[in-house]
């Protein structure tokens, strides 16, 4: 089920554990400099609202709708940073794990590979959560990352276009895998009372697609489980589309 909550992506899972629920924003964040002073990322800024598509027809593209999923504003240039948090069990002494898929254009963030639906070790191939608190961009290097950036579809800049030569899917798309029940039992066996808390907070020339901005560091945390503690057989999966400021006002009104 995924539902949208304070301007949150919201993945839940109650058929397999009544906490397995992990939230998702995207924030706008500046542009960092590509010198050794802005080896750090710039904080983020206010989270990006979210609307589902389904609200939007007759106002948006068809192949948006055909994706469904949900959509955001992004002025192009402008840089973006995925933040994950997940519901904290203190009666286990954990977030409740994900193993999470992102992909840009249908390029995966972690490996700069095409988008695949399975979760793959060698290279992993995706985040963990809550050991992952954030993402700012596409992996191309050891601990090293290009900022997300926002490209028009159809220039050539977007990861997509770069790796495939083609313009037709744009946007991010996410996949999450819960851990299995028996798995996060066995790994965190109950200690305390029970309380449940979040930690922390188109077509080919439609649309924004995300561009790889300057290199900065920022580690993919390592999967400290098992293949097969992921539940493969209870998955979610939403395509997010960008819309640029024109796309965003004649759609939405705002």
């Given at each position: 089920m995924i539902l ?7 993945f ?11 939230r998702?924003?995207f ?5 960092s ?7 750090v ?14 609200d939007f ?6 192949a948006?709708l055909?994706h ?5 504003p992004?002025a192009?240039?402008?840089?973006l940073?995925?933040t ?8 286990s002494?954990?977030?409740y794990p994900?193993?999470v898929?992102?992909?840009a254009?249908?390029i995966?963030?972690v490996?700069?590979q095409r988008w695949?639906n399975?979760?793959?070790?060698h290279p ?6 809550p050991?992952?608190?954030k993402?700012d961009?596409?992996c191309?290097?050891?601990g ?7 490209a028009?579809m159809?220039?050539?800049q977007?990861?997509e276009e770069q790796?495939?030569?083609?313009s037709?899917?744009g946007?991010?798309?996410i996949m999450?895998f819960?851990m299995k029940s ?16 979040m930690?922390g907070?188109?077509s ?12 900065k560091?920022?580690?993919h ?7 097969t503690d992921w539940?493969?057989t209870?998955t979610s999966?939403?395509?997010v589309?960008?819309?640029?400021a024109?796309e965003?006002?004649k759609s939405?009104?705002?």
């Amino acid at each position: 089920m995924i539902l949208i909550e304070n301007k949150q992506l919201v993945f839940s899972f109650p058929e397999v554990h009544p906490s397995a629920a992990m939230r998702v924003a995207f924030q706008r964040t500046r542009r960092s400099r590509d010198d050794r002073k802005g080896d750090v990322l710039p904080n983020a800024t206010d989270r990006c609202p979210l609307y589902h598509v389904d609200d939007f027809a007759g106002k948006i593209s068809a192949a948006w709708l055909e994706h469904g999923g949900v959509m955001l504003p992004m002025a192009q240039s402008e840089a973006l940073r995925l933040t994950f948090n997940s519901a904290y069990i203190e009666d286990s002494g954990s977030a409740y794990p994900f193993a999470v898929l992102v992909a840009a254009g249908k390029i995966n963030a972690v490996t700069g590979q095409r988008w695949e639906n399975t979760l793959s070790r060698h290279p992993q191939n995706y985040l963990v959560i809550p050991e992952q608190r954030k993402l700012d961009g596409y992996c191309s290097g050891p601990g090293i990352v290009r900022q997300f950036v926002a490209a028009p579809m159809g220039s050539g800049q977007t990861v997509e276009e770069q790796i495939t030569g083609q313009s037709v899917y744009g946007g991010l798309q996410i996949m999450v895998f819960p851990m299995k029940s028996a798995a996060f039992i066995r790994r965190f066996p109950i200690r305390n009372k029970t309380r449940y808390n979040m930690v922390g907070e188109p077509s080919p020339a439609y649309g924004m697609g995300l561009a790889p901005g300057r290199r900065k560091k920022q580690k993919h945390a390592q999967d400290p489980y098992d293949l097969t503690d992921w539940d493969t057989t209870h998955t979610s999966r939403c395509f997010v589309h960008i819309a640029d400021a024109g796309e965003w006002e004649k759609s939405s009104g705002n």
